[in-house]
C-alpha cells in the first residue's frame, strides 16, 4: 500500500473561518476535512485503526488538517459547538495514540441532534464509522445534512406519535460511505470504547424520497400502471415527496417499541430466522399505513361537517394519503427487487405485501397491466397489519420457537416457499427438539424466491435500481 497523500492546496495554512453555514459546503474548510478524510480512509483497515506505524506521521498531517478543518467551520454550527470540540479532542488523542483502533465515545456523546429538529438547520458530522447498507469497516465519515421538520411533524411528534430520538435529515455533502445505499445515520455505528444509551437515530429522508420518486416512476412505465393523481404528484415534488417520508418514519420507528410484542421482536442483537425480521419491519410500515388511514378518515370528516381544522392538521390531512402510497409502491416496487436473495428481510416484506393485496382481489395483473382498487385497498392493507399484530399478540403466551413456526405459517399462507425448503416439509424431530439454531440454520438463504412476475419485474427495473446508488435529492 502506498503511502496516501494530502494535495498541497489543503495543507498549506489554516482555512479561513466559516460563518454561514448554508454555504458550509462550497468552502475551502470543508474541501480540506473531505480530501483528509478520504486520505485518512485509505490507511484504515475493517476496525478503523492504521497498524502500519510507516503511515502514522501522514495520518498526523491528515488529522491535524481535519482538526484545523473542524475549527474553521466551528462557528457555523454553534449549536453543535460542544461536539465539535469534543471532536478535534478525540481525533488528536486517536493520534497521539498512534491510531490504534479509534474511540469517539466522548464526541458521540456530546453530539445531540434530537436537540435540535428545526426545520433546515443544519449539522456538521464526523466520525470513524461504518455505513449501514454501505461500508461495514469503521472508517472516517464527513457529512453536513440539514434538518427537515416541517410544522405539521412538530404537531404530529407533540401530539399521538411522540418520538423523541427520531431526527430528519437532507444530505448536502458527504465522504464515499454515504455514496452508497445508505440512507440512515446512527449512532451505534460509530467506533468507540463501550455501548451508551442512545439518544437519537437519523434517517435521510432525501435520499429516501429520491430512490423512490425514481424507481416508482420507472415501474409504473414498465407495468402500465395508471397512478392516481396524488400519487403522480410525488413523482415530480421532491420536497412532497420527502415530507411524506418524515411522516411514514416518524410513525414507523417508534412503532418497533410498542404493541402486543415478543419481548424485544426486533432491537436486540439475536440470531432468528430472517422472515421474523421482515415481519416486524413490514408491521411498523403497516402501523405508519394504518395510522395515515386513521388521520386521513378523522380529519376528512371534521372537515366535511364544517370543524375548524389547524394549518398542522390541514398538512397531516395533505400527507395522509401520500404515505399511503409510498408505503405500497416503495413496498413492492424497490424493496422486493433490492439487494441479494440471501436472508433478504426487505425484500420478503415487499412480496409479502403484494401477494396479500392480489390475493384479495385489490391489486390485479391483466393484460399484462397493473391496477388497483384504490377504495377497498386501505382495509386490505390494514388487514394484514392485524394478522401480524394477531401473531404478535399471540407469541406473548408461547414458546420462542412456536412462534417462529406460527410466524412461518403466516408468511406460507401468502408466499410459496422453495420446493427445498425443510420447514415447508416440516421440521425434523431432531431439529424441533433442539436448540434454536437448529431452526434458523435450516431456513433457505431465499426461502421464498421472487414469484413469476417479480422475476420479469426486476429484470426490467434493475439498472434503474442501481442507479440510485449515492441518489440525492437534488439528482431527480
Not at 390485479?364 to 377497498?376: G, I, S
Request: proline share 5%.
Amino acid at each position: 500500500m502506498s503511502t496516501p497523500t494530502l494535495n498541497s492546496q489543503a495543507i498549506v495554512g489554516e482555512p479561513e473561518v466559516v460563518e454561514d453555514a448554508s454555504i458550509a459546503e462550497q468552502s475551502a474548510a470543508w474541501a480540506q476535512l473531505k480530501d483528509a478524510a478520504v486520505a485518512i480512509r485509505e490507511m484504515q483497515v475493517k476496525d478503523g485503526s492504521i497498524p502500519d506505524a510507516a503511515h502514522h506521521a501522514a495520518a498526523r498531517d491528515l488529522v491535524s488538517a481535519v482538526v484545523a478543518a473542524i475549527r474553521a467551520l466551528a462557528p457555523a454550527f454553534p449549536h453543535d459547538a460542544e461536539y465539535l470540540a469534543a471532536s478535534a479532542v478525540d481525533f488528536e488523542r486517536w493520534a497521539a495514540e498512534d491510531f490504534g483502533t479509534p474511540d469517539f465515545l466522548d464526541s458521540l456523546q456530546a453530539f445531540q441532534p434530537q436537540q435540535h429538529r428545526v426545520d433546515g438547520i443544519r449539522h456538521l458530522v464526523i466520525f470513524p464509522m461504518y455505513t449501514q447498507n454501505g461500508s461495514s469497516d469503521r472508517l472516517v465519515e464527513a457529512l453536513i445534512v440539514e434538518t427537515i421538520w416541517p410544522e405539521f411533524i412538530a404537531a404530529l411528534e407533540a401530539g399521538d406519535y411522540g418520538n423523541k430520538l427520531f431526527v430528519s435529515l437532507r444530505l448536502v455533502d458527504f465522504t464515499p460511505g454515504y455514496d452508497t445505499n445508505s440512507a440512515v445515520l446512527f449512532p451505534e455505528t460509530v467506533a468507540m470504547r463501550e455501548i451508551p444509551s442512545f439518544t437519537w437515530g437519523a434517517i435521510f429522508q432525501d435520499r429516501e424520497a429520491a430512490r423512490y420518486r425514481r424507481v416508482t416512476r420507472a415501474a409504473a412505465e414498465i407495468t402500465k400502471l395508471d397512478l392516481p393523481e396524488r400519487a403522480a404528484a410525488m413523482l415530480d415534488d421532491q420536497a412532497l415527496t420527502e415530507r411524506a417520508f418524515v411522516m411514514w418514519d416518524i410513525i414507523h420507528d417508534r412503532t418497533h417499541m410498542r404493541g402486543d410484542l415478543p419481548f424485544d421482536p426486533f432491537m436486540i442483537k439475536q440470531r432468528m430466522p430472517f422472515f421474523l425480521y421482515s415481519l416486524e419491519e413490514l408491521r411498523c410500515d403497516l402501523t405508519a399505513f394504518r395510522e395515515s388511514v386513521k388521520i386521513q378518515r378523522g380529519l376528512s370528516a371534521r372537515v366535511e361537517t364544517g370543524e375548524d381544522v389547524t394549518a398542522a392538521e390541514h398538512e397531516m390531512l395533505q400527507h395522509a394519503d401520500l404515505v399511503q402510497y409510498a408505503v405500497i409502491f416503495d413496498r413492492i416496487f424497490r424493496f422486493a427487487i433490492t439487494g441479494s436473495r440471501v436472508r433478504n428481510y426487505d425484500g420478503l416484506g415487499g412480496q409479502l405485501l403484494f401477494a396479500w393485496l392480489h390475493q384479495r382481489g385489490v391489486l390485479h395483473w391483466t393484460d399484462t397491466a397493473l391496477a388497483f382498487d384504490w377504495d377497498a385497498v386501505p382495509d386490505a392493507v390494514v388487514a394484514l397489519g392485524d394478522a401480524i399484530d394477531e401473531l404478535y399478540w399471540r407469541s406473548i403466551d408461547r414458546p420462542k420457537t412456536a412462534h417462529w413456526l406460527a410466524a412461518y405459517d403466516l408468511v406460507r399462507s401468502v408466499l410459496t416457499p422453495h420446493p427445498a425448503s425443510q420447514w415447508a416439509r416440516g421440521l425434523s424431530d431432531e431439529i424441533l427438539a433442539g436448540a434454536p439454531k437448529g431452526y434458523t440454520d435450516a431456513v433457505l438463504d431465499d426461502e421464498f424466491p421472487l414469484s413469476m412476475f417479480f422475476e420479469a419485474l426486476d429484470k426490467k427495473m434493475k439498472p434503474v435500481i442501481e442507479s440510485t446508488v449515492g441518489i440525492r435529492g437534488t439528482d431527480v
